[in-house]
């Protein structure tokens, strides 16, 4: 079992930037790919960003691709997503996920862990 909780949204003005946090507690996290999911009011959630155990290899959403950067220390069992040049678009509930993938999945199902959620507001 793996609990997870994020930290660090808030409301921040566009062209700002953001660093989402997410503690990890229970099953080893160093051998857990961990991903970062949206989910807008209205649409579905969507993937963001992934890093995984194995090679610390990373994947990206094109919509944030160039703006995010996803890391992970695992000394601290955290997962960060660091989200630059934020756009209103990026308005969303930020969830960080664990899963036993050796890649950086971009699918859903591929994670059994998921957090509670952070809400992450940009102003135009």
């Known amino acids: 079992q793996v609990q997870?909780?994020?930290?660090?949204?808030?409301l921040v003005q566009a062209g700002g930037s953001l660093r989402l946090s997410c503690s990890a507690s229970g099953r080893t996290f160093s051998r857990s790919t961990m991903g970062w999911f949206r989910q807008a009011p209205g649409k579905?959630?969507?993937?963001?960003?992934a890093i995984s155990w194995l090679r610390g290899t990373t994947s990206y959403a094109d919509s944030v691709k160039g703006r995010c950067t996803i890391s992970r220390?695992?000394?601290?069992?955290?997962?960060?997503l660091k989200m630059n040049s934020l756009k209103p678009e990026d308005t969303a509930v930020y969830y960080c996920a664990a899963?036993?993938?050796?890649?950086p999945t971009i699918g859903e199902?591929?994670?059994n862990y998921w957090g509670q959620g952070t809400q992450v507001t940009v102003s135009s």
């Open 73 to 80: 220390d695992n000394a601290k069992n955290t997962v960060y």
């Open 99 to 103: 899963g036993y993938a050796t890649t």
């Open 4 to 10: 997870l909780a994020e930290s660090g949204g808030g």
């Open 44 to 49: 579905e959630r969507e993937f963001v960003a």
């Open 109 to 111: 199902a591929a994670y």
